[in-house]
């Protein structure tokens, strides 16, 4: 949908994928095709390192830049994704957080991975017990976040959450793709097992030396990486990638769902769409 409406508008494309933006990954964060990217020209895809901090900061830095650059050429630009923090950096700002100290920030990370999820969800709930009453305990990116944010500075991250909006010089309109759960769900599964064919085993086992960077802590990696190690076996790991992945869409729709300003479409209804934003424009 996205190509099909930057071909309409002669625009190019940003990508506001928390994921897709690492070069050494790309079956399993279903990067757009050889083709597609040859179709319209995308941004923040494939322009960063799994070896980079990557975060909705330098997201937010990256994105206004480009899109100040591409506003040079279009009237419209495309942003496509569904990291949900990103977009909300790049439309609203984000609030800001003390710089963290970079050894608590180690000692965060290497804690999770030797000990687990369960662990660093007790740890959120002794630490910082205002974020984890607040839900978002099932990101285990959100958890490290919070907790390296409490011991550095002593409070809890929702303190900083201002709700301030930042001023941009552009006008955003929000469109929310929207299927039935059981078409949603077939093409999940669908997907995952086009991955294994197109050869995500291979693409991680490439990636395991890498396993304990935070970029590689990601549905469709983290599993395969739990079967090379011996702690499940291949369908279990393939298994748990669609569960994950199912989950992982619903919390996504349980974000979106809370702006008021997202317009849902279905996504097979274009016309509608198009019809939609030229009202809009």
């Known amino acids: 949908m996205a190509i099909q409406l930057a071909l309409a508008y002669k625009t190019e494309i940003i990508s506001a994928d928390s ?17 597609e990217l040859a179709t319209v020209a995308h941004h923040f895809i494939a322009s960063h390192s799994i070896h980079e901090d990557v975060t909705a900061a330098t997201f937010e830095a990256y994105a206004l830049s480009k899109v100040d650059e591409l506003f040079q050429q279009h009237d419209q630009v495309i942003m496509v994704g569904g990291t949900g923090l990103y977009i909300k950096a790049f439309c609203e700002g984000l609030d800001l957080i003390p710089e963290i100290d970079p050894i608590i920030r180690q000692q965060v990370i290497q804690a ?3 000990k687990g999820m369960a662990w660093l969800q007790q740890a959120i709930k002794e630490q910082d017990p205002d974020f984890f009453a607040s839900g978002e ?7 490290i976040r919070a907790l390296e944010v409490c011991l550095s500075t002593g409070k809890s991250i929702l303190e900083y959450r201002t ?8 006008r955003v309109i929000k469109i929310g793709l929207e299927l039935p759960k059981e078409i949603l769900h077939h093409q999940i599964h669908q997907r995952v097992e086009q991955m294994i064919l197109a050869g995500l085993e291979d693409e991680v086992r490439s990636l395991y030396p890498y396993s304990q960077l935070n970029a590689l802590q990601t549905v469709g990696y983290s599993e395969l990486i739990d079967f090379i190690d011996g702690k499940i076996s291949r369908e279990q790991a393939i298994e748990a990638i ?29 016309e509608s769409l198009l019809t939609f934003l030229k009202a809009e424009a």
Not at 137 to 143: A, V
Not at 163 to 170: E, I, P, S, Y
């Open 112 to 114: 999770y991975e030797e």
């Open 137 to 143: 305990i099932k990101n285990p990116q959100r958890c």
């Open 19 to 35: 994921r897709q933006c690492f070069r050494e990954m790309s079956i399993g964060v279903a990067r757009p095709s050889v083709t």
């Open 242 to 270: 669609k569960t994950h992945t199912r989950q992982y869409a619903k919390r996504q729709l349980t974000w979106f769902r809370k702006d008021p300003g997202i317009n849902w479409f279905s996504p097979n209804d274009r």
């Open 163 to 170: 709700g301030r909006k930042a001023m941009r010089n552009f």
